[in-house]
């Protein structure tokens, strides 16, 4: 096992984030550091109206820029540029790490010369029921964990699990892919990851990587429009281009059986009505099926049905959101906090 010496730079990039970026810095205080890690904090804030930066500033990160303007994997570069650390982090300002985080995270950075690790953020509790459902969805997504340095992990595809609410790697791995793509204003934490991947760099999905997300949807509205946000079909294009369609194509293949599977449902009650024939109806079945039989997968492997109705709707709003932008009808997207 390594013994060397080693800082973590936890790098955050914020939009009016005021109110949370000083409970982010006390967990950050608060983690359990392992003997030779240091650790420090860097913020890029996108030009903030609500005083994020100075707020960051008095809660104590080690560093704190300002781009007005810029994109955010613009700042996530800029915050790689401004990092002393051999390790990086990045979360969310409305992120709240758990006290082992970094124990969990250093023994994995020190075992492997390059590694990529992530796991979703979970909304805080109490979790209302659409909340507790999209948990439970993350949780159930990938059957295949093993066991590695003692923990559940996991490894086949992993780097689907990693965003950069909660992503942790060597500096190395950021350098061998260059960086976010400036070009994508959101998705490119998924594209990140995805470079990762395809340069046979270890990318594990680790649930003890534990945080807290306190920005998750509250409503359906929310969720509606933070998918609608995260939703960028040209990732998607770059990710199937680079892979020849072998990975990273769930998203994009739901959204277009949603899409041609809504067209039926919807032509199915003024064929039914003109033409007198009840069996048209039919049709309404498919897109029942797009979003039931995903609903179904993730509730056998939970082993519960006590989620199932609110995943139905869940997907139906994330088939929803993905199809609105696939289709070219949301050029435009403001970030889906504001």
Not at 155 to 178: P, Y
Request: glycine share 8%; aromatic share 10%.
């Amino acid at each position: 096992m390594d013994a060397q010496r080693h800082i973590l730079s936890i790098m955050v990039i914020t939009y009016n984030e005021a109110r949370h970026v000083a409970r982010l810095q006390r967990s950050v205080d608060a983690l359990r550091k392992p003997d030779g890690v240091q650790v420090e904090t860097i913020l890029v804030d996108g030009g903030s109206t609500d005083g994020t930066a100075d707020a960051a500033r008095e809660a104590g990160f080690t560093v704190v820029d300002v781009m007005p303007g810029a994109n955010i994997p613009v700042c996530r570069n800029r915050a790689a540029q401004l990092a002393s650390g051999d390790w990086f982090a990045y979360v969310d300002g409305d992120c709240e790490l758990a006290s082992d985080w970094l124990e969990v995270a250093s023994s994995f950075l020190r075992e492997y010369r390059r590694v990529l690790l992530g796991w979703p953020a979970r909304p805080p509790e109490p979790m209302n029921p659409l909340q507790a459902a999209w948990n439970f969805h993350w949780l159930n997504k990938n059957p295949h964990m093993i066991e590695v340095l003692g923990r559940q992990i996991v490894q086949h595809e992993g780097f689907r699990l990693a965003t950069t609410r909660n992503m942790v790697l060597h500096r190395t791995v950021l350098e061998a892919v260059q960086g976010f793509n400036e070009s994508l204003p959101t998705g490119e934490d998924t594209d990140f990851a995805f470079r990762v991947y395809m340069e046979k760099i270890p990318a594990f999905g680790v649930p003890d990587l534990r945080v807290i997300h306190h920005g998750e949807p509250v409503t359906l509205g929310q969720f509606y429009k933070q998918q609608l946000w995260h939703a960028n079909r040209r990732s998607y294009e770059h990710i199937r281009r680079l892979s020849g369609g072998r990975v990273g194509g769930n998203a994009p293949r739901f959204t277009w059986a949603f899409l041609f599977a809504l067209l039926a449902a919807l032509a199915s009650v003024p064929i039914a009505w003109f033409t007198g024939r009840v069996g048209w109806i039919a049709l309404l079945l498919p897109w029942l099926a797009v979003i039931g039989l995903p609903a179904t997968f993730i509730s056998l492997k939970g082993r519960t049905l006590r989620h199932f109705p609110m995943l139905c709707l869940l997907y139906a709003t994330y088939g929803w959101a993905r199809m609105i932008d696939l289709i070219g009808l949301s050029p435009h997207k403001p970030s889906w906090k504001s």
